[in-house]
């Protein structure tokens, strides 16, 4: 079986798996990173977003051979040790989490959207695709204003 050596959350990581398996079943399987959640497989619903070299990617749909020598970010890599991240800060803040399933992904897309966008508008906010079924919409939208207003995102 092929190996394949990554980045993962800042440390190196080599893995057997076969060329083709979906990146998420080797962070959750293979290296028992459960934060990127499976949601639809195919990059919809965006559950499972995480960062791939600094930009946000759906890892159910990208190969573990696509990230050969990359930087792989997930949930678990966004603190600093045992300091949340401020978007972290700003979900606990604004209460955010209802069951928690989407949050990571929500995260994270959070994340790179702030560091493309440093103060965003609601329409910038509008542009998230991530679902929610709780629809915690509105709070998600206040904790992105507030991690914003924070200017401590990077």
């Known amino acids: 079986m092929p190996t394949h050596t990554f980045v993962?959350?800042?440390q190196p990581v080599t893995v057997d798996a076969p060329d083709d398996m979906p990146l998420l079943w080797v962070l959750?399987?293979?290296l028992g990173v459960t934060g990127p959640k499976y949601g639809c497989g195919v990059g919809v619903c965006r559950a499972c977003?995480?960062?791939l070299d600094g930009q946000?990617?759906?890892?159910?749909?990208?190969?573990?051979?696509d990230c050969e020598g990359r930087t792989v970010t997930t949930i678990e890599g966004l603190a600093d040790g045992d300091t949340l991240h401020p978007v972290q800060e700003a979900w606990i803040d604004c209460d955010v989490a209802q069951c928690g399933f989407c949050q990571p992904g929500q995260i994270m897309t959070a994340v790179a959207l702030l560091r493309r966008t440093p103060n965003p508008t609601d329409a910038d906010i509008d542009q998230i695709q991530n679902i929610c079924r709780?629809?915690?919409?509105?709070r998600i939208r206040e904790a992105i204003?507030?991690?914003?207003?924070?200017?401590?995102?990077?």
């Open 49 to 51: 977003t995480s960062h």
């Open 145 to 154: 204003k507030r991690a914003a207003a924070g200017g401590r995102v990077h």
């Open 8 to 10: 993962l959350n800042g």
């Open 28 to 30: 959750r399987d293979k």
């Open 134 to 138: 709780c629809g915690s919409y509105p």
């Open 56 to 65: 946000e990617f759906q890892p159910c749909t990208r190969s573990v051979q």
